[in-house]
């Protein structure tokens, strides 16, 4: 991922974003790297995380996910390291395996963020998972033949649901 180029001028530079002037384009340049997680339990369910999103002003249903090397003394961290470290901050589940299945754009118009999507296998339940202390995480665990429905049902109760699930969904087709 590229933070800066030659042309860049910036007209903001916070602790995790940047805005950017590239060539007339205004554009928000991310700090760190950004891992999702695809993890499924025993039980085969994709384990999804519940909260309130302040640029939204709503809640969201999302996966679990989270920034890459942002404490410090861990500004080297590696993203498997990050990405087991937030599936277990999030989720209360700990990952035995853990593989990159692919980086993704998420606003290729807006931003410069490129997400690395994580697959967490083997997972065994350490704890109740809920986030660090500056946030409010519900966890919620949904068994794969119920996912459309339930994700349908929380849309239909006004939650924002985001859209990196249903890549989750594409990458977890088992075949018949």
């Not at 998420?106 to 997400?115: D, R, Y």
Request: glycine letters at 8%; aromatic letters at 6%.
């Amino acid at each position: 991922m590229t933070l800066k180029t030659d042309e860049d001028t910036t007209l903001y530079d916070g602790r995790y974003l940047k805005l950017v002037d590239r060539r007339g384009w205004e554009l928000v340049a991310r700090h760190h790297r950004v891992v999702v997680l695809v993890a499924w339990t025993p039980a085969d369910e994709l384990l999804l995380v519940e909260q309130y999103r302040i640029p939204l002003e709503q809640r969201t249903i999302e996966l679990p996910a989270g920034l890459v090397g942002d404490q410090p003394g861990q500004e080297s961290e590696s993203l498997l390291l990050a990405a087991g470290r937030e599936l277990e901050e999030e989720t209360g589940w700990r990952a035995g395996r853990l593989a990159e299945l692919m980086p993704c754009p998420t606003s290729a118009g807006l931003s410069n963020e490129v997400v690395v999507f994580i697959r967490a296998d083997e997972l065994v339940r350490v704890g109740e998972g809920g986030g660090d202390e500056s946030e409010d995480i519900r966890v919620h665990a949904i068994a794969r033949r119920d996912i459309d429905a339930w994700l349908k049902a929380r849309h239909a109760a006004g939650y924002a649901i985001d859209p990196k699930i249903y890549a989750a969904l594409y990458w977890s087709l088992k075949p018949d």
